[in-house]
């Protein structure tokens, strides 16, 4: 004991240094285990909604591949951001590169499906007609894959293929309404359904069905036209702030940073935030008419 004390007293510096070194080793594995852990989940995450964006539109590519263009992407940018400018925008955008596949997917998918609707009017009169001409659905849906325009084509030589490999028409119908996201497509499948279980005059009532959607599509239109000008006062509303806050930043650069160095200007900014946020959802919230 009295030599290890010695040697410890007489090495003072090495000792503490290896103590410091050990420390230094587990505190970085515990942190790059965590850091696998929070990287392999945020990957199982990503693949799960990214493979389910690429099925609703169409694309065909691998979860594997978009994330590996993200991750590449964020090596290369991230770094070079953080050269040029500083540590806040680096971290901003690497945030929204890992952020921005599902994003980007959800505004396609929205996109796609509002061209869908706007094309099934014209697919169901197309779809009448065949019928009134003596074909079967199937070959009516045949002639809407041939003569009508993507994404509706698309979507009805998916149901066609899997009808083919012997999928349950309703079950191929079911899936392309849940691509698609919209209660215009599920009044198709109801109506199809119904004829195919009980009968009845399936090509009036597709045609009935079609002359409601344009109806339908008028109205919204109208709405909306009506509603833009209430949406743009929700984003001015909300974004205006900011502007002027910058502004007055630039007037008076000490006068404002005391919103973000004292305690009383972060409670003062937390409540100007919270009631820029509750007023652009309320407006948002006011002029969104559901038909």
């Known amino acids: 004991m009295e030599t290890l004390l010695s040697f410890v007293e007489s090495n003072g510096q090495v000792v503490s240094f290896g103590l410091i070194s050990i420390a230094f080793f587990c505190i970085s594995w515990v942190v790059i285990g965590v850091v696998k852990q929070l990287f392999y989940l945020y990957q199982r995450n990503f693949y799960q909604q990214v493979d389910k964006g690429l099925r609703d539109v169409v694309v065909m590519m691998e979860p594997g591949q978009v994330f590996t263009l993200t991750l590449v992407t964020a090596i290369l940018v991230v770094p070079l951001l953080f050269w ?38 014209d697919a169901l009169s197309s779809i009448s007609s065949s019928l009134r001409s003596g074909l ?75 002359k409601t ?19 743009a006062q929700g984003t001015l509303a909300t974004f205006f702030p900011v502007f002027i806050g910058y502004v007055f930043y630039k007037i008076e650069p000490q006068a404002m940073s005391m919103l973000f160095t004292t305690k009383l200007g972060w409670i003062w900014l937390s409540v100007m935030i919270m009631m820029s946020l509750m007023a652009y959802f309320m407006i948002q919230k006011i002029v969104n008419v559901d038909v």
């Open 84 to 121: 040029l400018t500083n540590f806040v925008i680096a971290l901003l955008v690497g945030v929204v590169i890992f952020v921005a596949p599902s994003f980007v997917l959800k505004m396609m998918k929205k996109r796609r499906s509002d061209e869908f609707v706007e094309q099934l009017p």
């Open 136 to 210: 079967n659905l199937v070959k009516a849906f045949q002639q809407v894959a041939k003569n009508q325009p993507q994404p509706l084509a698309q979507e009805f030589t998916q149901v066609l293929v899997e009808y083919r490999v012997g999928t349950d028409l309703g079950d191929s119908l079911d899936a392309m309404a849940k691509r698609i996201g919209r209660d215009d497509l599920l009044l198709m499948n109801s109506a199809i359904k119904i004829s195919r279980t009980v009968g009845g005059n399936l090509a009036d009532t597709l045609e009935v069905l079609s």
């Open 213 to 231: 959607l344009r109806e339908k599509s008028k109205v919204e239109g109208k709405i909306r036209a009506l509603t833009s000008m209430g949406k």
